[in-house]
Protein backbone atom coordinates (compact mmCIF):
# COMPACT_ATOMS: atom_id res chain seq x y z
CA UNK A 1 0.00 0.00 0.00
CA UNK A 2 1.31 3.03 -0.87
CA UNK A 3 1.06 7.18 -0.94
CA UNK A 4 3.13 10.17 -0.93
CA UNK A 5 3.42 13.84 0.43
CA UNK A 6 5.74 16.27 1.49
CA UNK A 7 8.18 16.64 4.00
CA UNK A 8 7.49 18.94 6.81
CA UNK A 9 10.89 19.55 7.51
CA UNK A 10 12.57 19.00 4.08
CA UNK A 11 9.60 20.00 1.65
CA UNK A 12 11.03 17.13 -0.61
CA UNK A 13 7.70 15.31 -2.39
CA UNK A 14 8.50 11.56 -1.39
CA UNK A 15 6.56 8.51 -1.58
CA UNK A 16 6.16 5.69 0.93
CA UNK A 17 4.98 2.23 0.74
CA UNK A 18 4.22 -0.26 3.44
CA UNK A 19 5.72 -3.53 2.60
CA UNK A 20 4.61 -7.18 4.29
CA UNK A 21 7.19 -8.60 6.53
CA UNK A 22 7.47 -11.86 8.94
CA UNK A 23 7.41 -12.31 12.83
CA UNK A 24 10.07 -10.62 14.61
CA UNK A 25 11.09 -8.35 12.14
CA UNK A 26 9.56 -5.45 13.95
CA UNK A 27 9.22 -1.62 12.09
CA UNK A 28 11.86 -0.84 9.99
CA UNK A 29 12.48 2.04 7.23
CA UNK A 30 14.64 1.49 4.06
CA UNK A 31 15.58 4.77 2.02
CA UNK A 32 15.00 3.16 -1.96
CA UNK A 33 16.81 6.75 -3.11
CA UNK A 34 19.74 5.55 -1.41
CA UNK A 35 21.24 2.49 -3.78
CA UNK A 36 22.29 -0.77 -1.24
CA UNK A 37 21.83 0.78 1.62
CA UNK A 38 20.20 -1.26 4.67
CA UNK A 39 16.96 -0.95 6.56
CA UNK A 40 16.91 1.23 9.42
CA UNK A 41 15.08 -0.69 12.76
CA UNK A 42 12.73 1.48 14.09
CA UNK A 43 13.98 1.56 17.48
CA UNK A 44 15.88 4.02 20.31
CA UNK A 45 18.97 3.29 19.85
CA UNK A 46 19.12 4.58 16.48
CA UNK A 47 17.04 7.77 17.56
CA UNK A 48 19.64 10.32 16.20
CA UNK A 49 18.09 14.21 16.43
CA UNK A 50 15.25 14.66 18.52
CA UNK A 51 14.58 18.59 17.51
CA UNK A 52 11.34 18.96 16.27
CA UNK A 53 10.81 15.49 15.33
CA UNK A 54 11.98 12.15 15.62
CA UNK A 55 14.74 10.98 13.45
CA UNK A 56 16.15 7.55 12.83
CA UNK A 57 19.21 6.84 10.97
CA UNK A 58 22.41 4.04 11.12
CA UNK A 59 24.96 3.90 8.70
CA UNK A 60 24.70 7.88 7.88
CA UNK A 61 21.68 7.08 6.24
CA UNK A 62 18.44 8.32 8.24
CA UNK A 63 14.40 8.90 7.80
CA UNK A 64 13.30 11.90 9.76
CA UNK A 65 9.83 12.68 11.18
CA UNK A 66 8.86 9.10 11.62
CA UNK A 67 6.50 9.59 14.57
CA UNK A 68 3.67 10.22 13.23
CA UNK A 69 3.44 6.97 11.36
CA UNK A 70 4.83 5.31 14.20
CA UNK A 71 1.99 6.24 16.09
CA UNK A 72 -0.43 5.17 13.47
CA UNK A 73 1.31 1.32 13.29
CA UNK A 74 1.50 1.41 17.10
CA UNK A 75 -2.72 2.29 17.41
CA UNK A 76 -3.26 -0.50 14.70
CA UNK A 77 -1.40 -2.87 16.32
CA UNK A 78 1.05 -3.21 13.46
CA UNK A 79 4.32 -5.14 14.55
CA UNK A 80 5.80 -6.05 11.36
CA UNK A 81 6.43 -4.16 8.06
CA UNK A 82 8.99 -2.64 6.22
CA UNK A 83 8.23 1.53 5.33
CA UNK A 84 10.03 1.89 1.52
CA UNK A 85 10.37 5.49 1.30
CA UNK A 86 12.36 7.94 -1.55
CA UNK A 87 13.08 10.83 0.81
CA UNK A 88 14.40 11.54 3.67
CA UNK A 89 11.21 12.18 5.38
CA UNK A 90 8.52 10.75 6.16
CA UNK A 91 5.30 12.60 4.27
CA UNK A 92 3.67 15.39 7.38
CA UNK A 93 0.11 14.89 4.69
CA UNK A 94 -2.41 17.08 7.34
CA UNK A 95 -0.07 17.16 10.03
CA UNK A 96 -1.64 14.27 11.67
CA UNK A 97 -2.15 10.61 12.10
CA UNK A 98 -5.11 10.29 10.35
CA UNK A 99 -3.53 9.45 6.63
CA UNK A 100 -1.44 7.09 7.71
CA UNK A 101 -3.94 5.53 9.78
CA UNK A 102 -6.32 4.96 6.47
CA UNK A 103 -3.21 3.91 4.93
CA UNK A 104 -3.10 1.18 7.21
CA UNK A 105 -6.95 0.00 6.91
CA UNK A 106 -6.60 0.16 3.43
CA UNK A 107 -3.66 -2.68 3.71
CA UNK A 108 -5.01 -5.59 4.47
CA UNK A 109 -3.35 -6.86 8.13
CA UNK A 110 -3.00 -10.35 8.90
CA UNK A 111 -2.63 -12.37 12.42
CA UNK A 112 0.86 -13.87 12.48
CA UNK A 113 1.42 -17.47 14.13
CA UNK A 114 3.82 -16.17 16.70
CA UNK A 115 2.84 -14.72 20.20
CA UNK A 116 2.53 -11.50 20.68
CA UNK A 117 5.35 -10.05 22.85
CA UNK A 118 5.18 -6.77 25.17
CA UNK A 119 7.02 -4.74 27.72
CA UNK A 120 5.53 -4.45 30.63
CA UNK A 121 6.23 -1.78 33.34
CA UNK A 122 7.40 -3.23 36.34
CA UNK A 123 8.61 -0.34 38.47
CA UNK A 124 7.99 3.33 38.83
CA UNK A 125 9.91 5.89 36.41
CA UNK A 126 10.11 9.62 37.08
CA UNK A 127 12.02 11.43 34.24
CA UNK A 128 12.04 15.17 34.54
CA UNK A 129 13.66 18.44 33.17
CA UNK A 130 12.75 21.11 34.67
CA UNK A 131 8.93 21.77 35.24
CA UNK A 132 8.28 19.08 32.65
CA UNK A 133 8.18 15.54 33.45
CA UNK A 134 7.02 11.67 32.60
CA UNK A 135 6.06 8.98 34.71
CA UNK A 136 5.64 5.77 34.07
CA UNK A 137 3.89 2.83 36.13
CA UNK A 138 2.99 -0.30 35.96
CA UNK A 139 -0.76 -1.32 34.66
CA UNK A 140 -2.16 -4.33 32.33
CA UNK A 141 -3.19 -1.57 30.08
CA UNK A 142 -1.92 1.12 28.43
CA UNK A 143 -2.75 4.77 29.16
CA UNK A 144 -1.54 8.15 28.28
CA UNK A 145 -2.35 11.24 30.68
CA UNK A 146 -0.46 14.53 28.78
CA UNK A 147 -1.03 18.23 29.98
CA UNK A 148 0.43 20.91 28.56
CA UNK A 149 0.05 24.40 29.42
CA UNK A 150 1.32 27.05 26.70
CA UNK A 151 0.38 31.18 27.79
CA UNK A 152 -1.79 31.66 24.73
CA UNK A 153 -5.90 32.40 24.35
CA UNK A 154 -6.32 29.85 22.22
CA UNK A 155 -4.12 26.72 23.94
CA UNK A 156 -3.79 27.36 27.50
CA UNK A 157 -3.51 24.42 29.82
CA UNK A 158 -5.25 21.40 28.42
CA UNK A 159 -4.68 17.86 29.76
CA UNK A 160 -6.43 14.66 28.21
CA UNK A 161 -6.04 10.97 29.84
CA UNK A 162 -5.74 8.54 26.57
CA UNK A 163 -6.63 4.83 26.85
CA UNK A 164 -5.97 2.64 24.03
CA UNK A 165 -8.62 0.11 23.63
CA UNK A 166 -11.19 -1.41 20.68
CA UNK A 167 -9.41 0.75 17.58
CA UNK A 168 -10.33 3.84 19.45
CA UNK A 169 -6.57 5.54 18.10
CA UNK A 170 -7.90 6.25 15.16
CA UNK A 171 -11.29 8.69 16.49
CA UNK A 172 -9.55 9.68 19.54
CA UNK A 173 -6.32 10.52 18.57
CA UNK A 174 -5.40 10.02 15.36
CA UNK A 175 -7.03 13.32 13.95
CA UNK A 176 -4.92 15.67 16.22
CA UNK A 177 -2.31 18.02 13.91
CA UNK A 178 1.31 19.00 14.63
CA UNK A 179 0.52 22.56 16.36
CA UNK A 180 3.06 25.59 16.20
CA UNK A 181 3.37 29.58 16.49
CA UNK A 182 3.75 31.93 13.94
CA UNK A 183 6.48 34.10 16.14
CA UNK A 184 8.58 30.46 15.92
CA UNK A 185 7.98 30.49 12.01
CA UNK A 186 10.41 32.31 10.31
CA UNK A 187 13.17 31.11 13.29
CA UNK A 188 12.70 27.41 11.78
CA UNK A 189 12.67 28.06 8.44
CA UNK A 190 15.98 30.36 8.89
CA UNK A 191 17.18 26.45 10.67
CA UNK A 192 16.06 24.68 7.49
CA UNK A 193 13.73 23.41 9.11
CA UNK A 194 9.77 23.38 7.96
CA UNK A 195 10.29 24.33 4.72
CA UNK A 196 7.34 22.25 3.83
CA UNK A 197 5.13 23.54 6.31
CA UNK A 198 1.48 25.18 5.86
CA UNK A 199 -1.52 25.61 6.84
CA UNK A 200 -2.77 22.69 4.96
CA UNK A 201 -0.53 20.84 7.51
CA UNK A 202 -0.06 22.30 10.66
CA UNK A 203 -2.25 24.63 13.05
CA UNK A 204 -0.84 27.47 13.18
CA UNK A 205 -1.23 30.58 16.49
CA UNK A 206 -0.61 33.85 15.82
CA UNK A 207 -0.06 36.10 19.15
CA UNK A 208 -4.03 36.05 19.53
CA UNK A 209 -5.83 33.88 17.63
CA UNK A 210 -5.60 30.45 15.10
CA UNK A 211 -4.82 31.07 12.05
CA UNK A 212 -6.43 28.06 10.49
CA UNK A 213 -9.97 29.15 8.90
CA UNK A 214 -11.57 25.51 9.25
CA UNK A 215 -11.01 25.94 13.18
CA UNK A 216 -9.99 22.63 15.79
CA UNK A 217 -10.68 19.05 15.12
CA UNK A 218 -10.78 18.61 18.58
CA UNK A 219 -11.74 21.33 21.11
CA UNK A 220 -8.30 20.15 22.91
CA UNK A 221 -6.62 19.01 19.81
CA UNK A 222 -3.18 20.30 20.94
CA UNK A 223 -2.96 18.12 23.93
CA UNK A 224 -4.17 15.01 21.56
CA UNK A 225 -1.37 15.92 19.12
CA UNK A 226 1.12 15.32 22.06
CA UNK A 227 -0.54 12.21 23.09
CA UNK A 228 0.11 11.03 19.31
CA UNK A 229 3.71 12.33 19.50
CA UNK A 230 4.55 10.54 22.53
CA UNK A 231 2.85 7.29 21.54
CA UNK A 232 5.00 7.45 18.26
CA UNK A 233 8.09 8.20 20.22
CA UNK A 234 7.45 5.43 22.75
CA UNK A 235 6.92 2.63 19.54
CA UNK A 236 10.60 3.42 19.41
CA UNK A 237 11.00 0.70 22.16
CA UNK A 238 9.99 -2.00 19.17
CA UNK A 239 7.31 -3.50 21.56
CA UNK A 240 3.87 -2.67 22.75
CA UNK A 241 3.82 -1.65 25.89
CA UNK A 242 1.76 -2.29 28.73
CA UNK A 243 1.70 0.65 31.65
CA UNK A 244 0.24 3.77 32.58
CA UNK A 245 1.74 7.20 31.73
CA UNK A 246 1.21 10.28 33.38
CA UNK A 247 3.37 13.80 31.07
CA UNK A 248 3.41 17.13 31.45
CA UNK A 249 4.55 19.43 29.22
CA UNK A 250 7.28 17.20 27.32
CA UNK A 251 8.34 17.33 23.78
CA UNK A 252 10.41 14.95 21.25
CA UNK A 253 13.57 15.30 23.18
CA UNK A 254 12.27 14.36 26.84
CA UNK A 255 10.48 11.26 25.27
CA UNK A 256 13.34 10.39 23.83
CA UNK A 257 15.41 10.21 26.56
CA UNK A 258 12.46 8.38 28.73
CA UNK A 259 12.49 5.58 26.08
CA UNK A 260 16.52 5.23 26.75
CA UNK A 261 16.08 5.34 30.38
CA UNK A 262 12.99 3.32 30.37
CA UNK A 263 15.13 0.65 28.41
CA UNK A 264 18.23 1.17 30.40
CA UNK A 265 18.72 -2.90 31.63
CA UNK A 266 17.66 -1.76 35.31
CA UNK A 267 14.54 -2.94 35.29
CA UNK A 268 11.70 -1.07 34.83
CA UNK A 269 10.16 -3.14 32.13
CA UNK A 270 9.87 -6.52 31.48
CA UNK A 271 9.54 -8.87 28.14
CA UNK A 272 6.62 -10.80 28.18
CA UNK A 273 4.07 -12.76 25.63
CA UNK A 274 1.66 -14.15 28.46
CA UNK A 275 -1.40 -13.50 28.30
CA UNK A 276 -2.58 -10.27 30.32
CA UNK A 277 -6.05 -10.07 31.47
CA UNK A 278 -7.38 -7.21 29.05
CA UNK A 279 -9.22 -7.78 26.07
CA UNK A 280 -7.75 -5.06 23.95
CA UNK A 281 -4.43 -6.75 24.14
CA UNK A 282 -4.97 -10.34 22.84
CA UNK A 283 -1.46 -11.68 22.87
CA UNK A 284 -1.38 -13.88 20.00
CA UNK A 285 -2.08 -11.19 17.49
CA UNK A 286 0.52 -8.90 15.91
CA UNK A 287 0.10 -7.81 11.92
CA UNK A 288 1.79 -7.59 9.06
CA UNK A 289 0.90 -4.96 6.27
CA UNK A 290 0.22 -6.38 2.76
ZN1 LIG B 1 3.75 15.54 15.89
Known sequence: MWCSGVGLHSGLKVALVLKPAPAGHGIRFL?????????????????????QA?????????????????????????DNVLVELNGPEAPIFDGSAEPYVKL???ALLVEQDEARNYLAIRKPLTVARGDSFITAVPSDQFQV?????YPHPRVGKQEYCFEL?????????AKARTFGFLKDVRKLQGMGLIQGGSLSNAVIFDDRELLNVEGFRYFNECVRHKIL????????TGLPVLGRFNIRKAGHALHSCFVNELMDGNGHVIPTSVPVSSAYFPPEVSAIAR
Open 229 to 236: DFIGDLAL
Open 145 to 149: RYEID
Open 31 to 51: RTDIPDSSSIYAHYNNVVNTF
Open 104 to 106: IRK
Open 54 to 78: TTIGSAGVSVSTIEHLMAALYGGRV
Open 165 to 173: KNGNFGSEI
